[in-house]
């Protein structure tokens, strides 16, 4: 940063929402920062924890930390306060800076704590004199989901990202390129979103806190001109079916963090063939990514979409239970070795030992490598197959079952673009299979559709492995991160009515249109055009999701604020005649 602020002193560093830094602003305001930050304890592998909102001042401080020789923990404002304290508590960090619109959220955090925005307006009478740090040194520690079991803070050298974002071979991005940072900091996606840009010489576009949705990021997108995008699957798969013309500026979309859809892959680089398009793969232990895969312009896919190779500065090995490699075509675990890997777990030395271990590597020497969890194959193309992850293996009728295996299955029908699998118990105890699936435009409605998929998978997959349903939504759930939220997703068996409001039936096409969406989105039967979307349990995901399927089925783009507006199918019905007409 300090060569980019000598080389371009006057471009753009960092920009959001009209305000913007230079890269000599960005240096200035860092380096006082530091300052402060070593006055207060700041050194190599010494943790600063960071509550802040998405914007430059954001930018400023992780910067700060780094300048100082410390390592950043991000914390994300709308974590849960249990979450928060949990932690820091955990990590100890030697100072907490937040924002002070977020101060009250530390209250009850028992570290030495600093306003961000206090600290940044002081003035600095003596140099910043930072102990100077290795490769080694700790960047960052990012916290796992902790979704089974206790979080764990990740522990990321300065030679981890430095491999991520100095020179990759699977990309080529210049100082010319915009990229787009809207992944939570705390997100590993994060660093490549932060870190590529500013050691390039190029720009950051920060996207305005608050939350995100296809509209607003299209916006942005074309405000700030962004050329580079990364997004989590999710986000992707409702980008491509809502906002397709937003991609039409970039020039390198990027996504990641779950399977991809090679059905919307294929519809955007059909879309926008000037596209260069990369899935990314990769565990928070090994820094982002670990393989890639990129094309540039339209793909036929006759296979679910690879995960590529190993990036730069990073091995795979796929291994049999006793951590001999696997043949070609044959299941097995993935391991990563190389300069991305973590040091480990904070504080954890059991955790460490048992995820990142010793095994053979491809010239038969030991060596240090991660165990991810995950089940791969290599391909005679030497490109890497993701299978799913070995933990989500259940056992039906005795067979061991993966989930992956039948969301793959179903993504190959013609009328599905993406899917989800859970197992779940029924009143019994017994698990049963349930199917999520999101149908192509133009599509059988549910429940035809659903009856017709699990028939065609009865063609394709053995008995056990068949779903006891098939459930058809307009989308899938997402979590915080952008990963499909399984929990989330409804229990097919219909709620009864809980609502007070008297039942009156729907009478036109477009009314019973609305209701057949309600009572598949919100597990309730049967929905009458006088009841509430929101007494009945509605959210705003689920909002978000009945939108776009209004979309996808009438034409019509409603906002959210349309349906808080007339919250019935009566008054909603009416409002897209009204559109229509």
Known sequence: MSEQARRTPNAVAVSCGGEQLTYADLEADATRLATHLVERGVGPDRVVALLATRSPRLITALLAILKAGGAYLALEPDAPQERLVQLVSDAEPVL????????????????????????????????????????????????????????????????????????????????????????????????????????????????????TTPDTLAQTLRAEQVSVLWLTAGFFHQMVDTCLEAFGGLRHVLAGGDVLSRDHVSRLLTAHPHLSFTNGYGPTENTTFTACWTVHGPVVLDRPVPIGRPVSGTGVAILDTDRRPVPVGVDGELYAFGDGLARGYLGRPEATAERFVLAAGPTGVVIRMYRTGDLARWQADGTIEFLGRADRQIKIQGFRVEPGAIEAALTRLPTVSDAAVVARSDDSGAKRLLAYAIPRPKALAAPELGAQLREQLREALPPYMVPQSVIVLPALPLGPTGKVDRAALPDPRHAPRTCTTPYRAPETALERSLAELWSALLGVEPIGVDDDFFELGGHSLLAAGALHAIQREHGVRLAYFDLLEQPTVAGLAATIEELTS
């Open 96 to 211: 907490l800076l937040a924002d002070t619109v977020l101060w009250e959220r530390v209250a009850e955090v028992d570290v030495p704590t600093e306003e961000l925005d206090r600290l940044l307006a002081m003035p600095t009478h003596s140099p910043l004199r930072a102990a100077p740090t290795t490769p080694e040194n700790l960047a960052y520690v990012s916290y796992t989901s902790g979704s089974t079991g206790e979080p764990k803070g990740v522990c990321v050298p300065h030679r981890a990202v430095a491999r991520l974002v100095q020179q990759p071979d699977w990309a080529q991005f210049t100082s010319a390129d915009v990229f787009l940072q809207l992944a939570p900091v705390a997100f590993d996606a994060s660093t490549l979103e932060i870190w590529t840009p500013l050691s390039l010489g190029g720009r950051l576009a920060v996207q305005p806190p608050g939350r």
